[in-house]
C-alpha cells in the first residue's frame, strides 16, 4: 500500500506543481491552509539554501496529489530572505500580515529566525526552521518567549558543537583557535564549542580574545591573521559562504595556514564554497583535508523521499533538504489532526503527529489519510523520527565530511555528541 500511495503521488506531482503555481500569484482561498517558506536563495547561505524552497515546494504537491489538508489544496508562497535579518523580517511581515499564512517553514540562517520569529509569535503564526541551530532559540523556548510557535527539523548547536569537540579529539587535536561570524549561529556555536572541547581536556588557544568577524567587512585580512595565531592544531571557522571563502583564502594568502587544519560546520557545507575559497598553483583545493559536521539524515522516509527527489527535480539532493520536507508535512499533518487552518491548529497538534504512542507512518499520503480516519499517528520523517521536545527542538545524528583536493566533499564517518556531554 506504501508503496502505491508513493506512486500515485509521483504521478500527480507535475499536476500538483502546476495548481501550486497559480496558487502561488492568488493567495485568496476560502479557509485553506496557507503556508509561507522564508529560505536563502541569494546571499550568504545560497549555495545552501537555493534547494529548500523546491522540497517544500514538493512536499506541499505531493500533499495536494493526496487530496490537500482539511479537504482543499494548500497555498505556498515562498519568499527569498537574502541571508538578511532585516530582508527577512520583512518578508516574514508580508507572509504573516498580507498573504496570512497558519505556518511558514523557515528560516536557516539564525541570525534571519531571530528577526522573524518574534512576528510569528505575535501573530499566532507556526514556524519551523529546517536549519536555524542557534542555542539560544532553545533558552528563549524554554523562556516561555514563543508560547509554542517555534520548532525545528535540525538538531541545535548544543548537540552539533560537542559533535566537533569529539572530532576534533579523534583527530588529535589538543590545541584550537576559532574563528566565527559575529551573529547568534557564530557566537552561539562558539560558546558550546568552547565548553565540549575543554570539558574533553583540549586547549582553546584564544579563548580571551576570540574572533568574531563582520560579515560586512570589506577584507578579512586581520581576523585571519588572528584565529591563525597562537600555534593552534587546527583552527574552528563557524562561517558563512561568501564571507567564509573570503577569510580563509586571505589566511592561505597571507602563509598562515599552512600544517593547520581547518574545522567548519554545516554553514558552509557546499562545494559552492569549497570552489568559492580557490585553488592552489597546483591546482589543489587550499583547504584541502579541512574536516567539518552537518546535520546528517537518517529517518525512515529517507529512502522514499530520496527516490521521490530525484525522479521530481533531478537535483542533487543537499544538505537540509531532508529537514525542509520534514518541516513542511509535519505542519500539513498537524493541521489536518487539528481539523482548522490556523497556526494555533498546527501548534497544538504538531506533537501529537510525530511522537508518541501512535502508528509509526513515513509516508505522507499514508499519514493523512490515517488521520482523515481518525487515527492516531508518529511521523516518521526524512531528516530523523522528528520527535519534538518541549522547546521544538529534535536530536539528530551528525555526518562528517572532509574537502578533497579537487575541492569536492566527501562524507567519511559520523559522530555521536553524546560522547562529550
Not at 71 to 95: H, S, W
Not at 171 to 178: A, D, L, P, V, W
Request: proline fraction near 4%; hydrophobic fraction near 40%; charge should be negative.
Amino acid at each position: 500500500m506504501k508503496k502505491s500511495k508513493l506512486a500515485i503521488a509521483s504521478s500527480l506531482i507535475t499536476l500538483a506543481a502546476f495548481t501550486s503555481a497559480c496558487q502561488q500569484t492568488t493567495t485568496t482561498c476560502d479557509d485553506c491552509l496557507k503556508l509561507g517558506s522564508l529560505t536563502p536563495s541569494t546571499g550568504d547561505l545560497s549555495s545552501i539554501g537555493q534547494n529548500m524552497p523546491v522540497a517544500i515546494q514538493l512536499a506541499v504537491d505531493t500533499i495536494n496529489a493526496c487530496g490537500g489538508v482539511n479537504g482543499q489544496p494548500v497555498v505556498l508562497i515562498q519568499e527569498d530572505d537574502q541571508t538578511d535579518p532585516t530582508a527577512g523580517g520583512a518578508a516574514m511581515t508580508k507572509l504573516v500580515e498580507v498573504d496570512r499564512v497558519a505556518g511558514v517553514v523557515g528560516s536557516f540562517a539564525s541570525s534571519v529566525s531571530s528577526s522573524a520569529v518574534p512576528v510569528a509569535v505575535r501573530n499566532q503564526v507556526m514556524m519551523i526552521s529546517p536549519g536555524s541551530t542557534s542555542p539560544v532559540f532553545t533558552e528563549q523556548a524554554a523562556n516561555g518567549e514563543f508560547d509554542g510557535y517555534w520548532a525545528r527539523t535540525a538538531p541545535p548547536d548544543s548537540y552539533q558543537a560537542p559533535a566537533l569537540a569529539v572530532l576534533a579529539q579523534k583527530q588529535g587535536f589538543e590545541r584550537i583557535s576559532t574563528v566565527v561570524i559575529n551573529n547568534d549561529y557564530g557566537v552561539g556555536f562558539e560558546r558550546e564549542f568552547v565548553a565540549a572541547f575543554e570539558n574533553l581536556g583540549g586547549t582553546i588557544v584564544n579563548k580571551d580574545n576570540p574572533v568574531r568577524y563582520d560579515p560586512r567587512a570589506a577584507t578579512l585580512d586581520s581576523e585571519a591573521a588572528a584565529a591563525f595565531a597562537g600555534d593552534p592544531d587546527a583552527v574552528l571557522g563557524v562561517l558563512y559562504a561568501e564571507t567564509g571563502s573570503v577569510l580563509l583564502k586571505a589566511a592561505y594568502e597571507q602563509g598562515l595556514s599552512d600544517g593547520v587544519t581547518v574545522l567548519l560546520t554545516d554553514g558552509v557545507y557546499s562545494e559552492d564554497f569549497t570552489q568559492q575559497v580557490g585553488t592552489t598553483a597546483a591546482g589543489q583545493s587550499i583547504i584541502a583535508g579541512a574536516l567539518g559536521t552537518v546535520p546528517g539524515a537518517d529517518g525512515q522516509a529517507l529512502a522514499d523521499f530520496t527516490t521521490l527527489w530525484n525522479e521530481t527535480t533531478g537535483k542533487e539532493m543537499t544538505a537540509y533538504v531532508p529537514h525542509s520536507w520534514d518541516a513542511a508535512i509535519a505542519m500539513m499533518l498537524a493541521a489536518e489532526a487539528a481539523g482548522e487552518n490556523t497556526g494555533t491548529g498546527i501548534r497544538d497538534n504538531l506533537r501529537a503527529v510525530t511522537s508518541g504512542d501512535g502508528q509509526e507512518v513515513s509516508d505522507p499520503c499514508e499519514a493523512i489519510a490515517l488521520i482523515r480516519e481518525g487515527q492516531t499517528i508518529n511521523y516518521q520523517g526524512a531528516s530523523g523520527n522528528v520527535d519534538f521536545d518541549d522547546n521544538g527542538d529534535v536530536v539528530g545524528s551528525y555526518d562528517v565530511w572532509t574537502v578533497n583536493e579537487d575541492a569536492s566533499l566527501s562524507v567519511i564517518d559520523t559522530v555521536n555528541p553524546l560522547e562529550a556531554l
